[in-house]
């Protein structure tokens, strides 16, 4: 009746839970009662600290300021500075990228170009 209940339910973590509290039921002296108090309190502190990194993850998405999009803002400013203001108005010049600089500009622009595509091959993939 517990391995339906746990596949339904679902996961290795219920599953380890409900191992933990069936041990700690089985306990027959205090060391052993102690050890499976102990992997009962680790599982659910495990469990809590994913179920903060997921919340965590899901509050970010969409924000001006993650990191991918901070990075593409700079590119696309030094671009944007580039492009418009160096050729189409003739108002300066910019020294070309150079070294690391180089690598990172370019490495930025192919993410956001290349992203979406590496989405779609990864979906026909999966299925």
Same mark, same amino acid.
């Given at each position: 009746?517990?391995?339906?209940?746990?596949?339904? *339910?679902?996961?290795?973590?219920?599953?380890?839970? %409900?191992?933990?509290?069936?041990?700690?039921? /089985?306990?027959?002296?205090?060391?052993?009662?102690?050890?499976?108090?102990?992997?009962?309190?680790?599982?659910?502190?495990?469990?809590?600290?994913?179920?903060?990194?997921?919340?965590?993850?899901?509050?970010?998405?969409?924000?001006?300021?993650?990191?991918?999009?901070?990075?593409?803002?700079? @590119?696309?400013?030094?671009?944007?500075?580039?492009?418009?203001?160096? /050729? @189409?108005?003739? *108002?300066?010049?910019?020294?070309? *990228?150079?070294?690391?600089?180089? %690598?990172?500009?370019?490495?930025?622009?192919?993410?956001?170009?290349?992203?979406?595509?590496?989405?779609?091959?990864?979906?026909?993939? /999966?299925?």
């Amino acid at each position: 009746m517990w391995m339906t209940i746990i596949s339904f *339910l679902g996961g290795p973590v219920v599953r380890a839970l %409900i191992d933990a509290y069936s041990a700690k039921l /089985k306990a027959e002296n205090v060391d052993t009662k102690i050890a499976a108090d102990l992997a009962a309190t680790e599982i659910a502190s495990q469990t809590a600290e994913t179920k903060a990194v997921m919340q965590y993850r899901i509050a970010e998405i969409g924000h001006w300021w993650e990191p991918d999009k901070l990075m593409g803002y700079c @590119v696309a400013l030094y671009f944007a500075k580039l492009l418009v203001f160096d /050729k @189409v108005f003739g *108002l300066g010049s910019t020294d070309p *990228l150079a070294g690391f600089a180089a %690598i990172t500009a370019n490495l930025v622009v192919s993410f956001y170009f290349a992203k979406r595509g590496f989405e779609n091959v990864a979906r026909i993939i /999966k299925r």
